[in-house]
């Protein structure tokens, strides 16, 4: 009913860009909550503005993430409440390059050139009629080929140059997970052949384009691990998880980070070698560090960050080498528990997970010693008295209990309090 009083007086308000105040057409929205149509708000950045417009806030364009469910809502009401767009809808030079795209691509024995795939990439961010037009299974299977064949050769530069043009033209055609899953589910030529190229940028020399190259990759992965099957997942091989780490270690960008931990995450959910393998690359430390560095309240994307590291945090303290990486961290243990009842639901359920895992019955004295010091029993003697999850508030409970005889000494927990809610 909304809605329909809504078209007989013009576009639903929450359908409009705040920027350009008309129709959006390809919903992002910023970490701070705001929605805005891509091709506007890409333009305010590429002004020179380092903001976003409603709130102020630092924003870049990594920080940007597709609102598939809006653009999906106003596409349905576009359908049914206003009038389709003419036929003629592209501008000439916009369709020659999607023609000549096509053509290309249809062909057997060619390849298109790193120019053609730049001005299709950029034409596809500008308009999601191009976007529907380009992004069937044909030419996004023969786009993912391409970036295998460059990979393979990623010793020359002009192999590279394309690598970065194919990787350009997938994320502006922003697949879904729909789309992409019968492409790549058991597709180990496509991982083995990016991981190979964050190896050889990694050991080769840091500079911005190697970073651009390294961010896109990761990006890359982080879509192929979130719909691959378990047969690929299980096959990893080890250079992926340190490639991945270095990504998060090297700073390489802010989402470029937050890429790499989401793939950490997609690769250890269910697989015990993976954990395994990922604390051998040191994720677990990096992990750490990077909330050491980057988190904070005001931060574009901290709190998601927040609980990415903390999920992932939690995922590899299911192993005995995960929950030693936390606990011989000099700020492990500290980090984890200053994030609880600070953040979000989510990460105090994962930061109470990471506690319960570091005190489980074989830590350790010192470890003990350490969480009274740190405030780490303090904190979970507070969950029991906050408004949090009846399963949250379990798992702290079993923790104190266990090791109440220990910290019920310590001048540094509230005896009144470990009494009182056990």
């Avoid at 057997?108 to 069937?136: F, I, K, N, Q, T």
């Avoid at 394309?162 to 502006?172: G, M, N, Q």
């Avoid at 047969?231 to 091989?237: A, I, P, W, Y």
Wanted: aromatic share 4%; with cysteine; charged share 20%.
């Amino acid at each position: 009913m909304e809605m329909e009083m809504d078209a007989a007086g013009g576009t639903p308000h929450h359908f409009m860009c705040p920027i350009s105040l008309q129709p959006m057409h390809d919903p992002v929205t910023a970490p701070t909550g705001i929605t805005y149509d891509r091709r506007v708000i890409y333009r305010w950045l590429a002004a020179g503005h380092t903001s976003c417009p409603v709130t102020g806030q630092p924003l870049s364009l990594a920080d940007l993430t597709p609102n598939h469910t809006l653009r999906r809502l106003i596409d349905t009401w576009s359908c049914h409440y206003s009038t389709p767009p003419p036929a003629a809808a592209l501008p000439p030079e916009v369709d020659d390059v999607v023609e000549r795209l096509m053509v290309v691509m249809e062909g057997a024995s060619s390849w298109p050139s790193c120019d053609l795939l730049r001005d299709s990439a950029a034409v596809a961010s500008e308009s999601g009629v191009v976007r529907r037009c380009m992004a069937g299974a044909c030419l996004l299977r023969r786009v993912l080929r391409l970036a295998v064949s460059c990979a393979k050769k990623s010793s020359s530069g002009e192999a590279m140059a394309t690598f970065d043009a194919c990787l350009a033209l997938f994320h502006a055609l922003d697949v879904s997970a729909d789309e992409l899953r019968p492409l790549v589910a058991d597709n180990h030529d496509l991982v083995d052949a990016v991981t190979q190229v964050l190896v050889t940028l990694e050991r080769g020399r840091r500079d911005e384009a190697g970073d651009a190259t390294r961010a896109s990759a990761v990006q890359l992965l982080e879509s192929v691990t979130e719909v691959a099957d378990a047969s690929l997942l299980e096959r990893l091989r080890p250079e992926l998880f340190a490639a991945v780490t270095a990504v998060v270690r090297d700073r390489v960008s802010p989402g470029a980070a937050r890429a790499a931990v989401r793939t950490l995450l997609h690769v250890c959910r269910t697989s015990g070698r993976n954990r395994a393998l990922a604390v051998d690359a040191g994720a677990g430390h990096e992990a750490i560090e990077l909330e050491l560095d980057a988190w904070s309240p005001q931060a574009p994307g901290g709190r998601r960050s927040t609980e990415l590291v903390m999920a992932l945090l939690a995922h590899l303290c299911a192993c005995a080498d995960g929950r030693a990486a936390v606990a011989s961290h000099p700020a492990g243990i500290a980090v984890v528990a200053k994030r609880v009842l600070r953040v979000s639901a989510a990460a105090d359920e994962c930061a109470v997970r990471v506690l319960g895992a570091v005190a489980g019955r074989a830590a350790s004295p010192e470890v003990l010693r350490e969480m009274t010091r740190v405030g780490a029993v303090g904190k979970l003697c507070c969950v029991l008295q906050a408004d949090c999850d009846a399963a949250v508030k379990e798992t702290a409970r079993a923790v104190l209990r266990m090791h109440s005889g220990v910290w019920s000494g310590s001048p540094c927990v509230s005896a009144y309090l470990l009494s009182r809610y056990l």
